[in-house]
């Protein structure tokens, strides 16, 4: 069993050293060891029994002197962001088919580095191994934003790089706090569940992994990097880091903030909550402003990951499961939008709202897949958004009926500027550019039928994702309201 | 000793073939020396032999011995052509650098201060000679003039700490100084004091700690880049290796006394360091300052003194060596090729010397201190061992600094892969590649792998 998830982390730096040598045919080795690496998930989550245990445990000394290890298994949260990142790594390297990327073997190997650097992220559990599966995540996406995004790049990736370094190297020092309270001196994710920590040293580890883990999301104030690394971003580079990357953040709050430092996250909970829900507002408003079709998306982007770090920290069963579907749902969303947005501004060079106009005349097939993802963004019942936008709603609801009043704002919102969105891109009339756009075909459209599909088969039929998270979840809260109650 | 005598007598011999116009044969002689002497230090590996009181070949003096004279070695591969067009009489510069490493093989394993004061004496006028090589440079002549006054000034403050301690405890011996600080220990001599504190500015001289690092920049900038190579890896670790062996065994005792002092020079060496080399234009004098801020965290180990500290500054020590290594190597190309060393000469590099970036690259992620590159395993030694004294500020504000550090090193990725540049192609000699080739290998294993240097001494 524990060679399948050796295989499973190993797989993608395999395939990118491979890449790295295969010139122009590289995309097409890199789909095949991305489908490869979604083949043995799909194995993995077919061999997983939904239970709360963690299974294909590896467990390998590696630096002993140190207590780090090479521990890492997968239970039902990890599955989850496991699944969303296999699914979601062949995809995008499908939708960067249609470009011609200088250098495309470096572009494909850096991918696959990162999927790797994802999975190590997605499955540590030992704090060392996620600290530099996490480090190792965004050196290569900070290279892909680099070399071959936009004209301002090199200013906007400084900042990005600096902005998470900076969070990550806090985490460290946090991590390192830990160890040194662990009696055992490792950095087994068990050995820390089981620490006996005080509130005030809770509050300040509880910042130290925070602010890390909301640079990465973003969360309110944490956010100002975000909007102009999206846009300058490739197309694929944008994909890879609102797809996936973003949940990272995310998956660290749910794994390693709620369990390890309980007190903290009741004491300061609140405030992220609130930052959370400044933000959704905050970022659905500037959005309404947006004259940049990506940069609206990014906003949108903010207001969304708001709601679910909300959803998280009202700390009960409905919050979590809703974030857990919805880490996949806006996944599925968030790429298909850029995607759409990519192939127009492939077409017509520009992604300025004004400009457009009319493309659904000229694109009915475009036009129809974008209309779906766009219901599914906006959470109509029956596409992926709805469930877990109304399980997060619940879950806030539960917690603070005042903050679900505001964090439910983000669903008009969102209804009111993304059909602008598509009704100034896609109807109105035809403008000389927008003039004999040229429908999806051939990869374009066999990419927006994948996740056309999974958005409505997510949305017609969760269970089968709910059912692989939901033991996993009960226990994580089990666990941390037992160690709540032995702190008082 | 075998270790010393060989490399003198290869100092000597090289000498004699210069004398002989034996050009070719120079640098196999030169390597096959280092290579003996290579192997006597790690052959002699637990052998723990003391030499008449004044020197001991421990673990601790063997470990820093190879590390330096296999940084040496890496230094002279990289001499392919570098002084020929300087002076016809190649074999001076040879020697000299064999010199200093004799004197540097003296500093990590002296057990007696007049030993001390000897080596650091033989390294330090060999490099003042070696700073002014280009004779008709007036930048090499300006470093040569400051290094030796500057030099001169600390050995000074040396000699006086020196001569404070054996007037307090009537010893050179390090460890008739120890038995005196922990039989009087209440009762030190008022001498002892500022002996401690005048050996501890000269030693900081030598490893160029704020505030007695204006020397560093203008002397870096001025010497020939191997020179600077040669200087800001191999003797600034026997800098650290000669000061730990003082500090964190003789004068232990009284930590408490010497420790604030020193947090103090840490944290303005790390400030200055970091904050100067971000407003550098020029990658040399960027790497000068660079050191200066390395300087700040190999001294972290003598703050929280632990039984890891020796070992710590060892790593650390090697990866700051192999990554600094690979960024002089690859100055040398460029400045050969396009005659500058600002950043924008690196402009565009990426794109047609591939070898070349990529290694540069994961030297600036190492010194940076990216996970995965050696460099990370020693900043995080540094970190833990100062946590585990709970001196969380402290790491806190080393942390801003290593953020600090990420932009400048950053820079010139950014130049190589990022920036349009001409499409210069570097001629890169064998011997430059089997450097970089090996110092990225060892960068990368020993941050995916620590453990085989982890408890080394």
Known sequence: MEQLLILLIFLPVVGALVTAFTGNAAKHVALVFAVASLALTAVVAGQFVPDASTQFVVNLPWIQDLGIHFHAGIDGISLITVLLTNVLVPIIILASYQHNYKSPAGFFALILFMQAGLLVVFTAMDAFLFYIGWEAALIPIYFICAIWGGKDRIKVNMKFFVYTIAGSLFMLLGIIYLYLQNPAHNFDIQAFYQLHLDPVQQGWIFWSFFIAFAIKMPVFPFHTWQPDTYTEAPAAGTMLLSGIMLKMGIYGVIRWLLPIVPAGVQDWGNTAIILSIIGIVYASLIAFKQRDAK??????????????????????????????????????????????????????????????????????????????????????????????????????????????????????????????????????????????????????QIVLFIICALIIVLGVYPKPILHLSEASVQQLLEQVNQKLTSVK | ?????????????????????????????????????????????????????????????????????????????????????????????????????????????????????????????????????????????????????????????????????????????LHAINQYLVGNYQAVSPLFYPGVILIMVGLCFKIGAAPFHFWTPDVYEGAPSLITAFMSTVVKTAG??????????????????????????????????????????????????????????????????????????????????????????????????????????????????????????????????????????????????????????????????????????????????????????????????????????????????????????
């Open chain 2, 240 to 457: 650290f290796a000669a000061f730990l062996r003082l500090f964190a065994g003789t004068f232990a005792p009284l930590h408490d006394f010497w420790m604030p002092p020193l947090m103090a020079i840490v944290c303005i060496t790390l400030f200055i360091g970091n904050v100067t080399a971000l407003f550098q234009k020029n990658f040399k004098r960027m790497l000068a300052y660079s050191s200066i801020s390395h300087a700040g965290y190999l001294l972290f180990s003598l703050v929280t003194l632990t039984a890891n500290s020796a070992n710590n500054v060892m790593v650390y020590a090697a990866a700051y060596t192999f990554a600094s290594i690979i960024a002089f190597a690859v100055l040398i190309l460029v400045k050969q090729k396009t005659g500058h060393d600002t950043f924008e000469s690196f402009n565009g590099l990426g794109k047609r010397n591939p070898l070349v970036a990529l290694a540069l690259t994961i030297a600036m992620l190492s010194l940076a201190g990216i996970p995965l590159t050696a460099g990370f395993i020693g900043k995080y030694l540094m970190f833990l061992n100062v946590m585990s004294q709970y001196q969380v500020y402290l790491v806190a504000f080393a942390i801003l600094n290593a953020l600090v550090g990420f932009y400048y090193y950053l820079r010139v990725i950014v130049a190589m892969y990022f920036k349009e540049g001409s499409d210069i192609v570097l001629e890169t000699p064998v011997q430059y590649k089997v450097v970089l080739v090996l110092s990225v290998i060892i960068t990368i294993f020993l941050g995916v792998y620590p453990t085989i240097i982890l408890n080394l001494i």
């Open chain 2, 1 to 173: 000793m075998n270790i010393i005598i060989t490399i003198v007598v290869t100092a000597l011999a090289v000498l004699y073939a210069g004398l002989f116009k034996a050009k070719k044969a120079l640098l196999p002689l030169t390597l096959v020396g280092l290579l003996i002497s290579l192997t006597f230090a790690v052959t002699a590996w637990n052998s723990n032999t003391v030499y008449y009181g004044m020197m001991e070949m421990d673990n601790y003096a063997l470990a820093f011995s190879s590390l330096t004279i296999l940084g040496t070695i890496f230094i002279f591969l990289l001499t392919q052509n570098y002084f020929a067009k300087d002076s016809e009489n190649v074999a001076e510069y040879y020697t000299l650098i064999l010199f200093a490493l004799a004197g540097i093989v003296i500093m990590v394993s002296y057990t007696n201060m007049s030993m001390l004061f000897i080596g650091i004496e033989i390294m330090s006028v060999a490099l003042y000679i070696l700073a002014g090589i280009r004779k008709s440079n007036f930048a090499s002549n300006e470093a040569s003039l400051k290094y030796f006054l500057m030099g001169a000034f600390s050995t000074g403050f040396l000699l006086f700490g020196i001569t404070l301690v054996y007037g307090a405890t009537g010893s050179f011996s």
């Open chain 1, 295 to 444: 940069r609206l998306v990014a906003y949108s982007s903010i207001a969304h990951v708001g709601l679910i770090s909300a959803g998280i920290f009202a700390l009960n069963t409905q919050g979590l499961q809703g974030a857990m579907i919805q880490m996949l749902s806006h996944g599925v969303n968030v790429i298909g939008l850029f995607f759409v947005l990519d192939i127009i501004f492939s077409r017509v060079k520009t992604n300025t709202i004004a400009e457009l106009g009319g493309i659904a005349k000229s694109a009915p097939k475009l036009a129809i897949a974008f209309l779906i993802i766009i219901l599914g963004t906006v959470a109509l019942p029956g596409t992926n958004g709805f469930i877990g936008e109304f399980l997060l709603l619940i879950g806030i609801y539960q917690y603070n009926i005042w903050a679900v009043v505001f964090a439910g704002l983000t669903v008009i919102f969102g209804a009111v500027y993304m059909f602008r969105l598509y009704q100034n891109i896609m109807l109105g009339k035809t403008n000389d550019l927008t003039l004999g756009f040229a429908d999806i075909k051939g990869t374009e």
